[in-house]
């Protein structure tokens, strides 16, 4: 067979691949990888949000399709416990009698460097079913009656991204008279594992409005929120997140058709909440969208004074937007 061990980002210093063969090759009791061999072997271990260590194993036949896969994690601060489950996890699917037998020590095992074959306790569980190890080994091995778990995917949930900027349009309903559109700049840090803080500053041009007896009136808004946010599903090119918190905006109102008359900046607090999604596009590069609602908690109310008093504006208690932006991530 042939081996492929790959250290992936932050695990540099974890056993390279000839150490991991003869680790192998010790617990099963005879050499089994060879650079020409037909059927392969391929590990890649990786230590995500500093905390976790995972290993993801392939098991390929001579036509390269896939017998199995396996992912073993690890919460201990180096790759040692990480290592040696794979070592076993690796022996076990070529011989799975001989990866069973205690560990007797050779000089080839205490001349290499420190990896302990001795596995973690972890599910020792052949890779996918035991059928994948009767066909390296030519014996036939009964197949265990208790169902094997799904493969995990590559990138453990919460993980895919450690944050986001994004610059795009936003939509908004109920914020200012009508339906408005903007801009909006907003990003993400991820903060642990699923979780992570949510940011974004909003623009609302001023729109004018007509009405009957004031005439042209335009509203404007600038607002900003933050949010916590929570990934619901993950993946390599795609996750979608929920996420609420607080929102601030100034409005300001400037009536057009008599004496310009500018009533100022009026500052409101709120609450918001909704649902953001991404997709990879190429690279760093991906395109965001987001929906969201929102609730004042103080609503104003912008009257005409004088004889004829009429309301021009007032928020209600519910609020809509819409974003999409394009953006990168950062990992």
């Known amino acids: 067979m042939r081996l492929g061990w790959v250290r992936a980002h932050n695990a540099e210093r974890c056993p390279d691949a000839t150490t991991v063969a003869r680790a192998v090759e010790a617990r099963v009791g005879r050499p089994v990888f060879s650079a020409d061999g037909a059927q392969s072997v391929e590990a890649m271990i990786q230590r995500t949000d500093g905390a976790r260590w995972w290993v993801t194993i392939f098991l390929r036949d001579v036509d390269g399709s896939q017998l199995g896969t396996r992912t073993l994690s690890s919460e201990q601060p180096d790759c040692e416990a990480a290592t040696s489950s794979a070592i076993f996890a690796i022996a076990l699917a070529i011989d799975p009698e001989s990866a069973m037998r205690p560990l007797a020590a050779t000089p080839t095992q205490s001349s290499s460097p420190a990896v302990s074959p001795t596995p973690a306790p972890v599910d020792t569980a052949p890779l996918r079913v035991l059928t994948a190890a009767a066909a390296l080994t030519g014996r036939a091995v009964e197949p265990s009656p208790s169902p094997v778990a799904a493969p995990r995917p590559q990138l453990p949930p919460g993980e895919r991204s450690a944050g986001a900027v994004s610059l ?21 840090v991820r903060v642990y594992r699923r979780f992570g803080l949510r940011g974004a500053m909003r623009w609302l041009p001023e729109q004018r409005t007509d009405t009957p007896l004031v005439g042209d009136v335009s509203f404007g808004l600038f607002g900003a929120s933050l949010f916590a946010d929570v990934e619901l599903f993950g993946a390599e090119r795609f996750a979608l997140t929920i996420f609420g918190g607080a929102t601030v905006s100034a409005i300001h109102a400037i009536v057009h058709d008599r004496p310009p008359v500018d009533t100022g900046e009026r500052f409101a607090a709120g609450l918001g909440l909704g649902a953001h999604g991404a997709l990879q596009l190429w690279g760093p590069l991906e395109l965001h969208g987001t929906v969201e609602l929102a609730s004042p908690l103080v609503r104003y109310r912008y009257r005409v004074e004088g004889p004829s008093s009429a309301t021009v504006f007032e928020q209600p208690w519910l609020g809509a937007g819409a974003t999409v932006a394009l953006g990168a991530r950062f990992r």
């Open 168 to 188: 795009g349009g936003w939509a908004a309903w109920g914020l200012v008279p009508h339906v408005a559109l903007g801009t909006s700049l907003s990003g993400y």
